[in-house]
């Protein structure tokens, strides 16, 4: 099983490779605005991405400041990204299932069901 820095690490790049993807011209400010990392470990996720191949880093031919870039996953990324996505996918599910078994020990505790809790709020 990968360790809780290297799994953090691996949603970290499925994010912001999933959103390289929806957007191509999206900034490192937005990436770390929606991924919720500072811009600086935004610009080192597109580095290291860019740096593995994963991503393609391109200038707007038309921009005449050439800060505006866009990014283009490559065959290599695309394969990975299904890989990661594989991945959340199977550790979100898990993350669901303990969830709910949370939730039912914690109903069985305090004496109520399932319908009772959603009755009341869910307040207690």
Known sequence: MA?????????TH??????????????????????????????YCVTALVEKGLVKLKNFTQSKTKVNYFYELT??????????TI?????????YNDLKVEI???ENELGISNN????????V
Not at 3 to 11: A, I, L, P
Not at 87 to 95: G, I
């Open 3 to 11: 360790s809780r820095r290297n799994q953090q690490r691996q949603d």
């Open 14 to 43: 499925f994010k912001v490779m999933r959103l390289l993807e929806e957007d191509p011209s999206i900034s490192t400010r937005e990436i770390a605005r929606r991924v919720g990392i500072s811009n600086g470990a935004a610009h």
């Open 75 to 84: 065959p290599r990324g695309i394969r990975a990204k299904g890989v990661l």
């Open 87 to 95: 991945q959340f996918l199977e550790r979100k599910r898990s993350e």
């Open 104 to 106: 039912k020990r914690l």
């Open 116 to 123: 009772e809790g959603k009755e009341e709020g869910n307040s």
